[in-house]
């Protein structure tokens, strides 16, 4: 019944209109053909990172994968090492002909990616990925509060005492250093090699990932600890009603780089005016995230830092994920990967 390839580019219309009226209404991504391309339009120009399942007798899409390779960022890395999957929808009426599992199954035999991997997926995706043998978890969300605040209107604390940064995870000489886009290209460093973690990302891919991103505005930061450089963070400060929250969503380098980062952060929030910052990840073990400084939210915390700001939502946020790498191949997970750090609204994107 169907024809599964990659899609054109002349099918940028049609594939548009599948995502608003089977994905979501007035998608970011059916609003702004500039964005699609962005993440989605292959760098060679050919076509689209998206499967397509086309209904033969009609000649209409039925089904969509979306997929963002490492190499969308840095075309030096290879095309198949990575690749994240993003929206992956069939419409009704291609129910009960196994579409969606044919698309992901040309993404494995035809893209031919090392590993792949999903955020915010669906129990009945996760489901099927564990019968795959996949690794399926969740992401954690860690956070601080600026401590000079006694009230908060982003963050809820529910009766909660706000939690305090550790003074063991206050190193001397620890520090953030923001990074210029040549900066990063420039510098003598090895830390994208130190990591021993799936993905392995370069600095042209968080060039072009955050520092060239046309819509939002992101911060680079170098960690450095004794006038040596140990790991590289991104963050983002987002606003809701004059109030602000600094969003970590890139973390380069070894685990341990962070170990000791409690006086920065909160130099961070100081500088930005900011009630919380926090860390959406997996892979990263929890007790380097407490001796850096964060406190974990657990599903029965009742305080509240937001995830949401396009609109804003005061409610936390939970993000299943799923990886195909082998049992013991260190993986990290952060909010900049695959598509959850991607707008919603449309506010300096062009159409």
């Known amino acids: 019944m169907y024809d599964i390839r990659l899609a054109k580019l002349d099918e940028a219309e049609s594939l548009q209109a599948f995502i ?7 998608h ?4 702004s053909k500039a964005l699609l391309d962005w993440q989605h339009r292959e760098q060679d120009g050919g076509h689209y990172n998206f499967i397509v399942g086309i209904e033969r007798a009609s000649g209409d899409i039925h089904g969509v994968l ?3 390779p490492l190499s969308q960022f840095d075309p030096a890395i290879p095309r198949g090492r990575l690749c994240w999957m993003a929206i992956w929808k069939v419409r009704a009426a291609a129910r009960g002909h196994k579409l969606g599992r044919n698309l992901m199954m040309y993404l494995a035999e035809q893209i031919k990616p090392d590993c792949f991997a999903a955020i915010g997926a669906t129990q009945m995706t996760l489901r099927l990925y564990a019968e795959q043998g996949y690794q399926v978890g969740r992401m954690t969300q860690h956070f601080i509060l600026n401590p000079a605040l006694d009230e908060f209107s982003l963050v809820a604390l529910n009766g909660a005492p706000s939690p305090n940064v550790g003074a063991k995870s206050i190193r001397s000489g620890t520090t953030l250093t923001r990074v210029s886009e040549g900066e990063l290209l420039a510098q003598d460093s090895n ?8 993905p392995k990302k370069t600095p042209t891919y968080i060039v072009n990932r955050y520092c060239r991103h046309p819509c939002y505005r992101y911060d680079v930061y170098n960690i450095v600890r004794l006038g040596q450089i140990q790991g590289l963070i991104v963050t983002k400060t987002c606003e809701h009603r004059c109030a602000r929250a600094i969003r970590l969503v890139e973390f380069v380098g070894p685990d341990t780089a962070l170990i000791g980062l409690g006086a920065a952060w909160l130099d961070l929030l100081a500088q930005e005016d ?6 959406y990840s997996a892979g990263i073990p929890l007790e380097i995230l407490a001796a ?30 799923m990886i195909s790498s082998e049992v013991g191949q260190p993986f990290r997970i952060v909010k900049g990967d695959s598509d959850q750090d991607r707008p919603n609204v ?4 062009q159409k």
């Open 191 to 198: 830390i994208f090699d130190l990591q021993q973690a799936l």
């Open 346 to 349: 449309l506010i300096n994107a």
């Open 66 to 68: 979306g997929f963002i």
């Open 274 to 279: 900011a009630e919380y910052i926090d860390f």
């Open 292 to 321: 850096a400084g964060f406190h974990h939210r657990r599903e029965n915390d009742p305080i509240v830092a937001p995830n949401y700001f396009e609109p804003f939502r005061q409610q936390t946020i939970e993000a299943d994920y």
């Open 20 to 26: 608003d009226q089977h994905w979501r209404k007035d």
């Open 28 to 31: 970011v991504f059916a609003k």
